[in-house]
């Protein structure tokens, strides 16, 4: 299993700025992935971000939008750039470890984004 | 492709009573299935999983789930359920380790509100 700890929580932030989000695990992991989530919806994949590769991003999702880093096995940040209201949501972080063996996935604690 | 679908979008159990959260899967080869559970203001936490074997699987807390085969069905159960049971519920498939590029897929959630 993997602790993940995701920074920060919760922000309230103003629409045309930026947020970057991190994502710290307490073990070296070879798949990370990025979600949104609506409240009380279900999770939609941004992107999945690879070490020593450049983020693959899903349908709707744009590198400019949404610039991911992975620069080593631990960690990863998600920026939400140029925000505005829609961008309202929660951003989880989650990990696979694949060739260790593991079968689930393991998933931070959320960082709820408000913009006004 | 793979798809999993969850017919209930809330469920309402009195304490005490027995509880079932339904989940259909759709792959094409074998599935590997799991179940998360998110309680208010928190990321998803791993609940149990279906690899292979025995078709009735244990989890936290006291949830269970049966993998029926047949019917593609990989249905939650608990025989007693708690208030503090009362969050979201997650229905997850994959289709198997091998292929690096598969993504874990998941339901749109199911509420369960356990009244005391």
């Known amino acids: 299993s993997a602790v993940i700890s995701q920074k920060p929580s919760r922000d309230i932030c103003q629409r045309g700025t930026s947020l970057t989000i991190q994502c710290q695990v307490d073990s070296q992991v070879t798949m990370m992935f990025w979600y949104r989530q609506q409240p009380g919806q279900s999770l939609t994949l941004i992107a999945t971000a690879n070490q020593g590769s450049e983020a693959t991003y899903e349908s709707g999702f744009v590198i400019d939008k949404f610039p991911i880093s992975r620069p080593n096995l631990t960690f990863s940040t998600l920026t939400v750039s140029n925000m505005s209201p829609e961008d309202s949501s929660i951003y989880l972080c989650?990990?696979?470890?694949?060739?260790?063996?593991?079968?689930?996935?393991?998933f931070g604690q959320g960082t709820r984004l408000t913009v006004v | 492709a793979q798809s999993v679908a969850q017919p209930e979008d809330q469920v309402n159990v009195a304490e005490g009573n027995p509880l079932t959260v339904k989940c259909t899967y759709s792959?094409?080869?074998?599935?590997?299935l799991f179940w998360y559970v998110q309680y208010p203001n928190r990321g998803l936490q791993f609940l149990l999983k279906y690899i292979t074997g025995d078709n009735l699987v244990k989890g936290s807390y006291g949830f269970e789930a049966e993998f029926n085969k047949s019917q593609t069905s990989f249905h939650l159960k608990k025989p007693s359920a708690l208030v503090s049971d009362s969050a979201l519920y997650f229905c997850a498939v994959r289709e198997g380790l091998m292929n690096r590029d598969d993504k874990i897929i998941f339901g749109k959630g199911t509420r369960l509100h356990i009244l005391p």
């Open positions: 792959v094409s080869g074998n599935p590997y």
């Open positions: 989650s990990v696979e470890h694949r060739q260790a063996g593991w079968t689930e996935a393991f």
